[in-house]
């Protein structure tokens, strides 16, 4: 299923994008898209009837609505840095031993195609094309990859905008260049994971202003999907609703010779997880 949420920013309802394309109201189904609804197996099989038989469903025209993120209330955001082999190569890092965490704030996260401000000062402000990964259930201590991929709900869109001065020459944690206002664009769907047959097969592009930055696959991944979810269960407890960005490939601004292209207000970024949808956001100034 392509689960969505649509409407004004604080105001979304859920919906379904249907096999046909058309866009399918779920409010009178469910409340909303969120990890209550990933976690209750009987709300997800009146979703799952629904979407067998979306004529039951009222038809939403899409000109002029906005799409919002495809989860609500989210828990946490928990991402991996230098997860990929050609990006490591490209900053000139080394392949790290066991995955790099850090985390985003939940309120960074906006809509595909939700303006993206550039912070007041910022010189470096970088893009990244990634796989999100929602939490479907509780994870402890997980035992295998096989089981970190049961517990995935489904697979979004995301750009993990970073600030590079802000992440890398000013101190401590690279949180303070990856928490600015809207650095998370995520969506537009959330394609459940019975739809995504690999995860590690999934081509990913970003361009910025119509020209092609990064052009990468999942396969490049240093930690795949599983062993990520069962990695970072033996740290926390990821819970239904929780958000994995999991690293973005080469072609980010950062590893580009100077002077390294890095956005500014009146840009145009454009970017895709095949099979998981496309986002468009035009940068302005905070």
């Known amino acids: 299923m392509k689960l969505l949420r ?8 859920p919906a379904l994008l249907d096999r046909d394309g058309t866009l399918r109201d779920l409010s009178g189904i469910v409340p909303d898209i969120d990890g209550d609804l990933l976690a209750d197996a009987s709300a997800l099989a009146r979703v799952r009837t629904a979407a067998d038989t979306p004529a039951v469903l009222p038809a939403l025209d ?28 490209e900053t000139g890092a080394a392949i790290p031993a066991e995955p790099i965490l850090f985390f985003k704030a939940p309120d960074t996260v906006v809509g595909p195609e939700d303006t993206v401000l550039v912070p007041r000062g910022s010189r470096k402000t970088d893009w990244e094309v990634e796989l999100a990964v929602v939490i479907g259930r509780t994870a402890r201590y997980l035992g295998s990859a096989e089981e970190g991929l049961a517990h995935v709900a489904g697979y979004a869109t995301a750009h993990d905008v970073s600030e590079r001065e802000f992440q890398i020459e000013r101190g401590g944690t690279w949180d303070k260049g990856k928490n600015c206002e809207t650095f998370n664009p995520l969506g537009p769907w959330l394609v459940t994971a019975d739809e995504v047959d690999d995860p590690q097969a999934l081509p990913l592009r970003l ?5 092609l930055k ?22 926390m407890t990821l819970y239904p609703g929780d958000v994995i960005n999991t690293g973005t490939p080469a072609g980010v601004a950062m590893g580009q010779p100077e002077p390294k292209p890095y956005l500014k207000a009146g840009d145009v970024v454009e970017l ?7 986002q468009r956001q035009e940068l302005k100034d905070a």
């Open 207 to 211: 361009w910025v202003n119509g020209e």
């Open 272 to 278: 895709e997880v095949e099979g998981l949808g496309r």
């Open 62 to 89: 899409p000109a002029g609505l906005r799409i919002g993120p495809p989860l609500g209330r989210i828990g946490k955001i928990v991402c991996i840095g230098l997860n990929y082999h050609d990006h490591a190569a």
């Open 6 to 13: 649509v409407g004004t920013a604080g105001a979304e309802r």
């Open 214 to 235: 990064q052009d990468g696959t999942t396969a490049e991944q240093i930690f795949p999907v599983g062993e990520v979810v069962r990695y970072l269960s033996h740290f």
